[in-house]
Each structure stands twice: as structure tokens, then as C-alpha cells.
């Protein structure tokens, strides 16, 4: 079965390289949804798009990543999809955040078979 990986961020080349990574390097285990903020990433949430795992910017525009971590948490219907941050952050409070809420944390940049790593290591848990 397939991996469903929603990926939130708005840098348009780092969306890309996951997609192409995960999907071009591992053609028969990942699909790759984006979403470039936190409106779309609701939108397609809301329209059925079932993600086993979510990887998620902190730094976007609008809504911060914290902001659609609390909203995607009260939610019954998301709030156990496992998330991964992934910043360019990489002070304390950046890197502390993810243990606190429990949740993975990578720093950009990465590389693709790290974060194919990470992926199985959170679904692993779930």
C-alpha cells in the first residue's frame, strides 16, 4: 500500500524536490500531496485527501505551522495523522518545539533517503 504524504510549505523548490524524491525514487511507495499554505492544506483536508503522514513548514505565510498543528490536533478527524516540521530553523526553540509536542522535527536542508527514514520511523510508532 501506498504512502499518502501531505507536504505543506511554500517554497515551491523544496515542495518540488520532496515530490520528485519521494515519488521518483520510490515510485511504488509514495504519493505526494502539496499544499503551499495553511488554507490549501485545510482545503484538501476537507476535500477527502486522507494523508498517513503530514510534513509540515513552521515558517509560512498566513498561518504559521504552529497555527495548523493546533488546528489540525482539535480536530477529531486529523488530529492523529503523525507530523513531521521540517524548518530552516535550527535555533533551540525550533529544533526543542518538536520534542515537547512529541512530533518529529528535520531541518532543512535534507537528504531525501533521511527523510524517507523519518517517514517510516513516525509511521513505524503510529
Known amino acids: 500500500m501506498r504512502t499518502v504524504v501531505l507536504v505543506v510549505d511554500d517554497n515551491p523548490d523544496m515542495v518540488g524536490v520532496i515530490k520528485h524524491g519521494l515519488e521518483y525514487l520510490h515510485p ?33 505565510p498566513g498561518m504559521n505551522g504552529w497555527d495548523i498543528y493546533d488546528k489540525l490536533k482539535r480536530n477529531d478527524l486529523w488530529r492523529n495523522i503523525p507530523i513531521i516540521f521540517i524548518s530552516g530553523r535550527n535555533d533551540k526553540v525550533a529544533r526543542t518545539a518538536g520534542d515537547v509536542l512529541r512530533e518529529e522535527y ?16 513516525v509511521l513505524e510508532q503510529k
Do not use: Q, Y
Request: hydrophobic share 40%; proline share 4%; net charge negative.
Open 28 to 60: 511504488n511507495e509514495f504519493d505526494v500531496v502539496c499544499a503551499n499554505d495553511g488554507e490549501k492544506c485545510f482545503e484538501l483536508l476537507n476535500k477527502s485527501c486522507k494523508p498517513d503522514i503530514i510534513l509540515l513548514d513552521i515558517m509560512l
Open 106 to 121: 528535520i531541518e532543512k536542508p535534507f537528504a531525501i533517503t533521511n527523510l524517507k527514514e523519518r517517514i517510516e520511523k
